[in-house]
Each structure stands twice: as C-alpha cells, then as structure tokens.
C-alpha cells in the first residue's frame, strides 16, 4: 500500500529517467538533504497514515482537525494520537519515518517541478504546505487525497491528485462542477470553494478550501436532506458547461456530447426543466457509453444486457416527460456535514446536468445498503426500488418504476466506464449487475 502511494505523490517518473527525488525510511542518500519527513502511522507494514513531522501543531492538526466529521472508532485514536504529538511523546514511540530527499545542489525555485507540496504552495501563493496523507489499499479508481497545512498547523486547503484517466477525469468534473454551482450556490447548501485546478506534470489537481473546524458529520444517515432543485420554466434549456477538455472522453454522466451546444441561461446550477427522456443529455451520453460498450468485445454478455435495456427503454418511455436538472452524483451522508445550521456537501467528481431528478435521494438508498449496511448489491437494488415507488411523491406513480430502472442502468454504466478508464471492475458491483440486468 504504501510503495503504491509513494510512486504516486513523489516518484511519478523512475530514476533511470533522472527523477531527483528520493525516498527512503533509513539514511539520507549521499549528496541529498530532506524536505519533508514524515512518521508512518502505526508502521510500514500496515500504514494508515502520514503525519507531517513540520512542527508539533501541524503534526496534530494533521491527526485531529475534522475530526468531527469522524465516527468514533477513528475519531478516539487519531484524538489520543494528536495529544502525543502535540506534547512531543508520540514521535518518540513511533519511530517508523518516511523522508523526502532531493539533490543538496536543488534550486528551491525548481522544488515545484519535483515535489508536489512545492507546486501546490506555489499555485496557491503559499509557503510550502504541510502535507497530511491518508493510505488506503491500492485501487485504480482511488486519488491520493491531502489536507494542505500551514506552519501553525490550520488547514489551508484540500488536494485531490488525479493520476490516471479515470481518476484525472474525476478531479476536472469535480472542479467544473463545484465553478457551477458556488456561482450561485443554494439556500442552506455550502460548497467548499474551488482553489485551484490544473496540471502537475502528468497530473491533474483540484484544491478546495478547508471545511470549518467545528464541521460535524451528518448524523441521520436513514434521513437523506433535501436535494436542491428549481423549476424553471418548460422551454428553457438546460445548461451543459461542464468545460470538460475537448480531447477528454465524455464519461457517462457527463451528460455532454461534443456536438452539442451548450446553453448557458438559466436561473441557477440547480434548475430543472422537463424534458422527454429520449432528448436529455443524461440519456444521449449513456447511449454513446452504451454503443462504446457494445463495441467492446471483452463483455459481450453485459453489452448484450445494456443494449436490450436501453432498446426496450426508447421504445417504450423515449418520450416520456421526465423532470431534469444537477444532480451531485454521490449524495450520502460522508460526503456532508453540518455547521451553523447549513448543510456543507463536497465530493462533487460524479455531479452532471440534465439528470432525471430524484437520482441522488435514490444513489443514498442504495450506498446506505450497499456501503454503510455492507448488505449484498440484491439488497442495495431492493431499497432503490422501494425508494422510488415510496419516497418520491411528487413523481407520477407510472414514473417512478422508470426512475428506478434508470438510476440502477446508470450506475452499472459508471461502474463499467470507471473500467473502462483502467480502473477495474467494482466488486461490489460486478459481477452481480449481470444478474440485475437480466431482469425486466
């Protein structure tokens, strides 16, 4: 886990190549000083974390802000852990260390070409941050995320590094996304503001500002909050400026296609519009996934499944009216949290216009079952159905089934776009879906 990590963050190129930066837990290599030191947490045979070695307060801060957006089970130890930080003891029991070394002869004015803290403070117009990591198992569709610290140990921001296709793809939809809907941002809806977004080296990062320190997580997880959303008029269109870059492949709940124009007049990001389903770019997109899939001759049996779907779907509702506009694309309750009375949500790297509304309170049910509950994808799809035949009155009762059909093809389509992309297949999704698919 953690050689995976290091490769990504301060070895994206190998040394044979002239890389300069090295990496090690022991010696410093000859002719090198280091620039950042970091102590792995418990050890490096089962890493959890790296806490930045820049001063007492960042080391702790790095452990205990936020730490309200925590469940207990991790919300004690890293509080317990920051005390021994703080007070100087814990270096002195945990004394695995990870240092960051580069040529004595370095310019400082070039540390940004090789280390991404130096960039990131740099683009910021910043001291270099302090960099707090958290280590997860290897997974393609998984972005190294850091919280960016300052000397005093506050946060100054919140790194998330795409690194591969999928996941470069993530951060550019996150930040386009979160420039749509801080412009016009909605009652009682807070959205982290977008910092930065561009490249480092093969890399592309968006940084957004820190949450408040006394953020509380979101409690009521059998109680998804209001998803916002206003109606505007039938004829006005709905806006499609997700800026995606044009030599990108459009994932599918982009919901853009490149010759499509992209109107930009509407009241606010969370406008919707009625719209019949065979005309919304929601349906247009996931159509060219599915013609994408129905080319790929390593899944012919979910091909088969898709195209039946989507065939049977435009015949049968291609004109129905259905209700459109933003949806978050990953609305549940770790993506959120409380303070002040408003409701802070992040992790915008899934949203999309022109999306059916009441996909996000029907995305909760099914991570509720699927991730919180641990229950298996059968179950998850049972809770989406009952979701929307129960939970979304203000839909005509004949819409409802549809709406439900349409978020589960929506999901197994991100899911086989994200392998697609290099990342794998999800195992909790796949290959159960086959069988869901194979239903009617």
């Not at 940084?207 to 916002?228: G, N, Q």
């Not at 001759?297 to 039946?308: F, K, N, Y």
């Not at 589960?408 to 879906?433: D, I, Q, S, V």
């Amino acid at each position: 886990m953690l050689r995976a990590l290091v490769e990504r963050l301060w070895l994206p190129e190998p040394e044979s190549s002239g890389w300069p930066v090295r990496v090690t837990s022991g010696e410093v290599p000859p002719g090198h000083r280091v620039v950042e030191r970091y102590a792995v947490v418990p050890s490096p045979e089962r890493p959890r974390f790296l806490v930045p070695l820049d001063g007492r307060a960042v080391a702790a801060g790095s452990l205990t802000h936020y730490n309200g957006l925590r469940w207990a089970r991790l919300r004690v130890p890293r509080t317990v852990l920051g005390a021994g930080f703080r007070t100087g003891v814990a270096p002195l029991l945990l004394r695995h260390r990870l240092l960051v070394c580069v040529p004595e002869d370095l310019p400082p004015a070039e540390l940004g070409d090789y280390l991404l803290s130096a960039h990131l403070g740099r683009v910021l117009g910043l001291p270099q941050p302090a960099l707090g990591v958290g280590v997860r198992p290897p997974d393609p569709n998984l972005k190294p995320t850091l919280q960016l610290f300052g000397a005093d140990g506050a946060p100054v921001g919140y790194a998330k590094v795409g690194w591969n296709p999928a996941t470069r793809e993530m951060t550019r939809r996150e930040a386009a996304a979160i420039a749509a809907v801080t412009e016009a941002p909605a009652n009682g809806i807070r959205v982290p503001r977008l910092l930065h977004h561009g490249p480092w080296r093969d890399y592309d990062l968006t940084v957004t500002a820190p949450l408040p320190p006394r953020i509380r997580r979101y409690r009521e997880a059998d109680r998804p909050p209001p998803v916002p959303c206003d109606d505007v008029l039938p004829d006005q269109p709905t806006p499609t400026d997700l800026r995606v870059l044009p030599d990108q492949p459009t994932p599918t709940d982009l919901r853009v296609l490149p010759d499509q124009p992209t109107p930009t007049d509407l009241p606010g990001p969370f406008a919707a519009r009625t719209a019949k389903l065979a005309d919304s770019a929601f349906w247009r997109a996931l159509r060219a996934e599915a013609a994408v899939l129905a080319a790929d001759d390593e899944e012919p049996r979910l091909a088969a499944l898709v195209t039946a779907h989507c065939d049977e779907l435009d015949r049968e509702h291609g004109g129905t009216p259905l209700r459109v506009g933003r949806w978050h694309g990953d609305w549940v309750p770790w993506n959120m949290g409380r303070y002040a009375g408003d409701l802070y949500v992040w992790d915008w790297e899934h949203s999309a216009e022109e999306v059916p509304v009441g996909f996000d309170h029907l995305h909760w049910r099914f991570q509720d079952a699927l991730v919180l509950r641990g229950r298996p994808l059968a179950e998850a799809v049972a809770a989406v159905r009952a979701a929307a035949e129960n939970e979304l009155p203000e839909l005509p009762h004949d819409h409802r089934r549809l709406l439900g059909r349409l978020y589960l093809l929506e999901m197994f389509m991100r899911t086989y776009h994200l392998k697609r992309l290099g990342g794998g297949w999800n195992p909790a999704l796949h290959p159960a879906m086959l069988e869901v698919l194979e239903e009617r």
